[in-house]
């Protein structure tokens, strides 16, 4: 158990839609870390928040965007899904931000979305 | 744009042999990490290493971080079926403001008993 929770752990709906996934990073972490890994992508890098802003961007499509939150907890929010945003979702978090030497990744147990 | 390449992108071995897996990245890195990922599960941080040359052993995994700090490597002697998983590495580069995490595509491990 690495400490990160991720709601929900499943998740199906249809094109289309829109669906909010959420993270609580481990206790005192303030970087939270979006990834998707589908079958023929690997890892990807979404984006990073560090204490409540935006610190690092990477493939994130204009369809999804983020936030985290005071408490420092984060949410990835995906519309107009398509088919191939099919994918599992980790959250990952560490104590400090990339700039720093530091920064062991802890990943949650991912959300696995399915669009129909 | 910067990219990390990982091979193989999958190798099979018997139990008892050796394994390698290989990053190359397009230019030079702050520092490396590897994470191990089992079937099912999620990744999870092996090591990190930080200076030009470092090698770090833990039990039969050695990491070796090259000279000039584009390539590294993850060597497991007497592979254990236990080993099984998707290695990946991960190269912090200097992107400016927008430093983040290169991640190469992982090698799948498969070993036979």
């Known amino acids: 158990d690495s400490g990160v929770t991720q709601t929900p752990k499943h998740l199906i709906t249809a094109t289309g839609q829109r669906v909010t996934l959420r993270c609580s990073p481990r206790s005192g972490d303030l970087s939270v870390y979006w990834y998707q890994q589908s079958l023929d992508q690997g890892l990807q890098f979404l984006i990073q928040?560090?204490?409540?802003?935006?610190?690092a961007k990477g493939n994130i499509l204009e369809r999804f965007s983020a936030q985290q939150f005071p408490d420092l907890h984060s949410e990835l929010n995906l519309s107009s899904l398509e088919l191939g945003d099919s994918a599992l979702y980790f959250c990952?978090?560490?104590?400090?931000?990339?700039?720093?030497?530091?920064?062991?990744?802890?990943f949650g147990p991912g959300t696995r979305l399915t669009v129909l | 744009g910067q990219q990390v390449m990982q091979i193989p992108q999958y190798q099979h071995v018997q139990e008892g042999e050796d394994f390698t897996t290989y990053c190359n990245s397009s230019t030079t890195l702050s520092n490396i990490q590897w994470y191990k990922q089992r079937p099912g599960g999620h990744p999870v941080f092996l090591i990190q290493l930080v200076k030009s040359g470092e090698v770090k052993k833990q039990k039969r995994l050695t990491f070796q971080f090259g000279e000039a700090k584009k390539n590294s490597s993850l060597h497991i002697t007497a592979t254990q079926t236990t080993d099984v998983g998707t290695y990946f590495c991960?190269?912090?580069?200097?992107?400016?403001?927008?430093?983040?995490?290169?991640w190469g595509l992982g090698t799948s491990l498969a070993v036979n008993p």
């Open positions: 990952a978090s560490s104590v400090v931000g990339l700039a720093d030497r530091y920064n062991e990744q802890f």
């Open positions: 928040y560090y204490n409540g802003e935006e610190r």
């Open positions: 991960a190269g912090l580069a200097n992107a400016g403001n927008n430093r983040k995490l290169i």
